[in-house]
């Protein structure tokens, strides 16, 4: 079993299988025989990015589903920040990314789920 492999179960036994900002179900891929991509494979973020000073340490640590791990990128997690703000996030990333790419009603491109989460806001 690989360091990273080892860390990623070290990290869920500690917090459970779920992505640290948005709450989804998360599998090891390895373990599952899935590949790295899929959407349910944990990957593990640094909630300080080693770019801003983050270190290895299971405390700078936690479990994140790939799009949340790929929005939050090597930006820190605002303290306070709930669940709810990285949902709204990742399908706020989503929306502006097709209103970007010119797509004429980027509302229709949104699941039931997003424009819930749209029209709930973070209050």
């Keep these: 079993m690989s360091s990273m492999h080892k860390r990623r179960h070290t990290l869920a036994l500690n917090d459970g299988w779920a992505c640290a900002y948005c709450g989804r179900a998360l599998v090891c891929a390895h373990c599952e025989g899935k590949p790295e991509t899929d959407i349910n494979a944990a990957t593990v973020d640094h ?10 340490a299971l405390d700078n640590l ?14 820190a ?5 709930t669940q709810a703000h990285i949902r709204y996030a990742r399908v706020w ?9 010119g797509v004429r009603d980027p509302m229709s491109k949104m699941t039931p789920r997003e424009k819930k989460i749209l029209k709930k806001g973070v209050a």
Excluded: F, W
């Design 77 to 81: 997690v605002p303290e306070g920040a």
């Design 93 to 101: 990333a989503k929306l502006t990314s097709l209103v970007s790419q």
């Design 47 to 56: 909630k300080v990015a080693r770019a801003q000073g983050g270190t290895d």
């Design 62 to 75: 936690v479990l994140a589903c790939g799009p949340c791990n790929r929005l939050k990128g090597a930006h």
